[in-house]
């Protein structure tokens, strides 16, 4: 069996951070989308600057799809490094289960943006802008809140793992 890696593999933290600027990208700018939809549902045309932006909204959200794939075979490929001794039993099943569901996500929020812009369907669109949305939003504020326990309180290296470990 091969060795736990102390830290991330280049391929890995590059993912991690272009799939962080995307899906924050498209949690921010999600406007146009919600515009068209609102167009449609009145009837009418949404404009052009509206499609173009929901195009690439939707764009984003098929890279993400892609690039989770990616990242899924590398994580299972290459590993993750193990969660520091500080960490308590109890924290480092909710790291598994945090990260856990940020891959769950990376394939269902797609999924059920292109279900909803593609397929008109109303509960994958209400899915998608609703519940999985601020799922999202409150791992990410768990991850870095995480993250921030582990710099100042534990002062584990774990930030360095992603970054420059």
């Not at 609102?38 to 984003?60: C, K, M, Q, W």
């Not at 993400?64 to 960490?87: H, I, K």
């Not at 292109?114 to 669109?125: P, W």
Request: glycine content about 8%; overall charge neutral; some cysteine.
């Amino acid at each position: 069996m091969a060795a736990v890696p102390t830290s991330y593999s280049i391929p890995q933290k590059a993912l991690h951070w272009l799939m962080a600027l995307l899906i924050l990208f498209n949690l921010v700018f999600a406007e146009s989308m919600e515009e068209v939809a609102e167009a449609y549902e009145r009837g009418e045309v949404p404009s052009a600057e509206d499609l173009t932006f929901a195009n690439i909204h939707a764009y984003v959200g098929i890279a993400v799809l892609c690039l989770g794939l990616v990242r899924l075979a590398l994580r299972l490929t290459r590993g993750a490094p193990a969660a520091p001794a500080e960490e308590p039993p109890l924290l480092r099943l909710a790291s598994k289960l945090a990260h856990g569901t940020f891959y769950v996500l990376f394939f269902l929020i797609p999924f059920s943006g292109i279900g909803a812009y593609y397929f008109g369907n109303e509960t994958a669109g209400f899915l998608h802008g609703g519940p999985l949305k601020s799922l999202m939003w409150l791992l990410i504020a768990v991850h870095i809140l995480a993250l921030l326990v582990h710099q100042f309180y534990w002062k584990t290296p774990v930030a360095t793992r992603m970054t420059r470990g």
